[in-house]
């Protein structure tokens, strides 16, 4: 089993819909990573938790540590928000920085 | 700043032949990663450094990868001899803290094709 587990794995959704990612993780964590990667692009982090609740635009990210949980949000998307959303967490113990990633959500948001 | 850099964007070469990737981190950052990414295996670390030096290289797949990091201005990873199933995007990041949170950033990636 993956220590860190996103759902959903792909999603399409209309342009202007409301979209949650969620990540899931079984280790003790430090902190918490949203990344996002356009096609053929590199990786842009978005934010970084650890704890409750960061905003930026229309991205507001969650984390609740005691369910070890957090989703991504966005608001009114916009077809440019197609991408690959990634979670990653850096473990409290046993790591000087080292990050786990998740498997990635690719969303495409139609016109 | 301009950002972690890394070089060449693009490499493609022939089975056997010794390939070096290259990544500048950020200024000040004194933490250095190199992750390679697959369709099959998504984000995988391969080796990190604190302070220039090697703290966790177990994700290094075999004894053809090697890396190094003379300087706190710039780390290389070497494959020798490169193989097809080398084929991939490799990523170098840096952050500032060992044990405390900074945020990462991550260089453009260097798209690896092995022929």
């Known amino acids: 089993k993956n220590e860190v587990e996103q759902s959903p794995q792909n999603l399409t959704a209309q342009e202007g819909e409301f979209i949650t990612i969620n990540c899931s993780y079984s280790v003790g964590i430090s902190a918490l990573h949203w990344l996002q990667q356009h096609p053929g692009g590199g990786i842009v982090s978005l934010f970084m938790l650890s704890s409750g609740k960061k905003k930026h635009g229309r991205l507001i990210a969650t984390i609740n540590i005691q369910e070890k949980h957090s989703s991504l949000h966005i608001t009114a998307s916009h077809p440019r928000d197609s991408a690959v959303y990634i979670c990653a967490v850096r473990a409290a113990v046993g790591s000087q920085g080292n990050l786990i990633f998740g498997k990635g959500t690719k969303l495409s948001v139609k016109p | 700043d301009a950002g972690v850099i890394q070089s060449p964007r693009h490499e493609v070469t022939e089975m056997g032949q010794e390939v070096t990737l290259r990544c500048k981190p950020i200024?000040?950052?004194?933490?250095l990663f190199w992750y390679r990414q697959t369709m099959m295996r998504g984000l995988e670390l391969l080796i990190y450094f604190n302070n220039n030096v090697p703290i966790d290289d177990s994700g290094m797949p075999e004894d053809r990868f090697s890396a190094k990091m003379p300087n706190a201005s710039f780390s290389t990873l070497k494959i020798q001899p490169s193989e097809p199933r080398d084929s991939a995007v490799y990523f170098c990041a840096s952050s500032l803290g060992g044990q405390r949170n900074y945020g990462y950033t991550f260089g453009s990636g260097t798209r690896l094709t092995v022929v």
């Open positions: 200024s000040g950052h004194n933490s």
